[in-house]
């Protein structure tokens, strides 16, 4: 017996057997059943959804003998066995005249076959004529035709189908009934792949039909064939390799294995998966195309888990998987992959495109890889003239340490520039999800800023602000944070101080993990080496806690710095000590000196840095006298400031090779040009 093809072989019969197409399967049934059918249907749908099987099927339906001769014997489901069935289903039934319009386009070959319309149906009860392509029919024939469809004999009915419904003319559309066939989704065709090849007993794997349906592109009729040849290359198998190979498609599973890597912000790990890419010669941007397409897949993962598509069978991989990338990353990453697949044409080396946009995916990720200084955000930009003397104190201690652990940015905390400082890093820090990959940063490490570090004058590796010391000529606006701590770590030094400073802001980090939060807190531009974050987080959750009670005077200056003000805002807060707060409503208290600066575009954004904290508040800011005794961040920066610089001075002063220079030469110090040491970067 010869091999009959699966297209063939597996041909629906009837509407049961149709698959998909259900709205169309439904319109027909129901109009069979109750006899009023029209005499025109226009079928439309890209190639091999099953417009002519659907044709087929009406033309049995009309011409089926099971339940009689009559015209009331018309059924919506045909037997299969009469004579006219088997006739149709075997291609033999002379009154299914079928056409194909694209190899008969001229006037002339309609006309000859509009002739026979008039003829009564020789076999069967109707006559149907299907016309496949009809778009391709050239005017003069549609103008042939209109006549008869308008108004066929009795006996007749028109099943128009096409690819292309756009280049018919309306006057036929207008007298069809039309009905648009769908592509058939990867899922469907898996579903009867899967029928289909556990019938034929031919053994498969599930992944292998993915690859199938995916490359049939929504028509059965090819993932049909395509599977007789998977069947053909496999050797009577249908495996996931074989069908790989033929399709010469890319495995799925390396751009999983790159999903992986980004996962891990593994960069080594990332280019070992291009490499081995590499080696199947593949097509590049198509690689690209499969991750931007996964990433949407992961989005949706993550934001509605029932509607991931199993495209590729890999539904249950994509769910753990977009557990690991945080919204924004994915928003990012696919943003990036995009634009890299535009800029790819213009690389001189394919290859080289994918592995810069996968690695500026990574360096691009929020608190990724090493960055220099955390970009300002533009509402910071405003500020930058104010808070020299603290970027340079914070920066110091974590730096070091950051570079000790070889990890550390180079950050050079741009004292003038004070921006870029703390008000970002410790909120983001803070709000971090764990890395596992990053290294977090040791405990022992952040002891020692404030036990080991040199005297301020001797000179601190890269890392001292030359802000450090203070200087009383420099307004020192944001040091509100320091305080509480300072005296606690009872800081040697002058250069001691920041470390606790930067414990400071973040009181529940402090409380939770101390040694940790001691090199995190101090949040400046090297929190965001990728150390930092780890340790961080950890604090994150403790931290809730904090935000849920009412805010007070000292909660107040503890997060003044971590709000991340800046400008005009910042200082307006910096005036402001805490009324009271009702945990709906935060009232101000704001120096009348700085009354000019009261405006509700600053209430505003101090309002959305404290929601961004977790403390949605309403924002009310009196101007009135300050109570006496309490301390603004403001006039606390400004005492700490003090405080270190009158540290500095008696440090200085109780070097012994300071009191050997004055006793032996005279030497006076000039108190007021003490200052600290910078980063030499
Ligand atoms: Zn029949």
């Known amino acids: 017996m010869s091999y009959q093809v699966l297209a063939r072989k597996w041909r629906p019969r009837t509407f049961h057997e ?31 959804v099953g417009k002519t099987t659907l044709a087929r099927i009406l033309a049995k339906c009309l011409n089926c003998t099971a339940k009689g001769e009559g015209d009331e014997a018309v059924t919506s489901t045909p037997c299969g066995t009469c004579e006219a069935c088997r006739a149709i289903d075997e ?69 128009l189908a096409t690819t292309d419904p756009q280049k018919l003319p309306v006057t036929v559309l207008s007298r069809c009934l039309q009905f648009t066939l769908k592509n058939m989704p990867p ?60 399709l010469g498609t890319l495995d799925h599973r390396h751009v999983l294995a790159l999903l992986e890597a980004l996962a891990e912000v593994d960069a080594a790990q990332l280019l070992a998966e291009v490499a081995s890419l590499a080696e199947q010669g593949p097509d590049f941007a198509g ?55 535009a800029d790819m044409g213009q690389a001189p080396d394919p290859r080289a495109a994918l592995e810069m946009t996968l690695l500026r995916m990574l360096a691009f990720r929020p608190q990724g890889v090493p960055r220099p200084a955390q970009t300002p955000l533009p509402l910071r930009a405003e500020v930058a003239p104010s808070q020299p003397m603290n970027a340079g104190n914070e920066a110091s201690p974590a730096t070091d340490i950051a570079r000790d652990n070889g990890e550390a940015a180079p950050t050079p905390p741009s004292p003038p520039a004070p921006a870029a400082r703390e008000p970002e890093a410790s909120p983001q820090v803070a709000a971090e999800p764990p890395r596992a990959a990053v290294p977090a940063p040791r405990p022992e490490a952040a002891t020692e800023p404030a036990s080991q570090e040199p005297p301020p004058w001797e000179p601190y ?60 807190t101090p949040a400046s531009p090297v929190a965001e080496a990728p150390d930092a974050p780890p340790a961080a987080m950890a604090p994150a959750s403790p931290q809730a806690p904090s935000t849920s009670g009412p805010l007070d005077q000292a909660d ?20 402001c000590v805490v009324e009271g707060d009702d945990g709906q409503t935060l009232r101000l208290r704001l120096d009348p000196s700085q009354s ?26 009196e101007v009135a006298e300050l109570p006496t005794g309490v301390e603004t961040p403001q006039a606390r920066a400004e005492r700490l400031a003090a405080e270190r610089h009158a540290e500095a001075v008696a440090a200085l002063k109780a070097d012994p090779r300071v009191q050997q220079l004055q006793e032996t030469f005279g030497a006076r110090l000039q108190e007021s040009s003490v200052t600290p040491q910078t980063p030499t970067s």
């Open 556 to 575: 107040w200056l503890n997060r003044f710095e971590s709000l991340g003000l800046g400008g005009l805002t910042r200082n307006l807060a910096a005036h």
């Open 91 to 159: 291609g033999r039934f002379v009154d299914l005249i079928e056409v194909d319009a694209a190899s008969r386009t001229k006037v002339e070959d309609t006309r000859e076959l509009l002739d026979n319309v008039q003829y009564a149906p020789t076999q069967g009860r109707y006559k149907v004529y299907l016309i496949d392509e009809v778009h391709m029919l050239s005017t003069h024939s549609f103008n042939a035709l209109l006549k008869t469809l308008e108004e066929p004999p009795p006996h007749v009915k028109f099943l």
């Open 596 to 621: 000019a600066m009261n405006a509700e575009v600053h209430h505003q954004r101090i309002q959305a840095a404290l929601a961004a904290q977790g403390l949605p508040r309403r924002l009310v800011v």
């Open 461 to 520: 590796p890269e890392t001292m602000p030359e802000a450090l010391a203070p200087e009383p000529e420099v307004p020192k606006p944001e040091t509100p944070e320091a305080v509480p701590t300072a005296e606690a770590l009872k800081p040697e030094t002058p250069e001691a101080t920041p470390a606790a400073e930067m414990a400071a802001p973040e009181p529940p980090v402090a409380a939770e993990a101390s040694a940790e939060s001691s090199v995190v």
């Open 287 to 341: 690689v690209l195309d499969d991750l931007v397409g996964v990433l949407h897949r992961l989005a949706v993962a993550q934001m509605v888990p029932a509607g991931v598509s199993n495209a590729h069978g890999d539904r249950e991989a994509l769910l753990a998987l977009a557990a690991r990338f945080t919204a924004e990353d994915i928003q990012l990453y696919y943003q990036i992959g995009l634009q890299g697949r």
């Open 18 to 48: 149709l698959v998909g197409q259900d709205h169309v399967r439904r319109a027909l049934v129901n109009a069979l059943d109750q006899g009023r059918l029209h005499h025109a249907y226009l079928f439309t749908g890209t190639r091999g």
């Open 187 to 246: 899922e469907r065709v898996v579903e009867h792949l899967t029928q289909v090849l556990t019938a034929e007993r031919v053994a498969f794997d599930e992944s292998a039909l993915w690859l199938l349906g995916k490359a049939a592109d929504g028509s059965m009729r090819d993932a049909m064939s395509l599977t007789d040849q998977a069947i053909a290359f496999g050797q009577g198998e249908v495996r996931h390799g074989d069908v790989a190979a033929m």
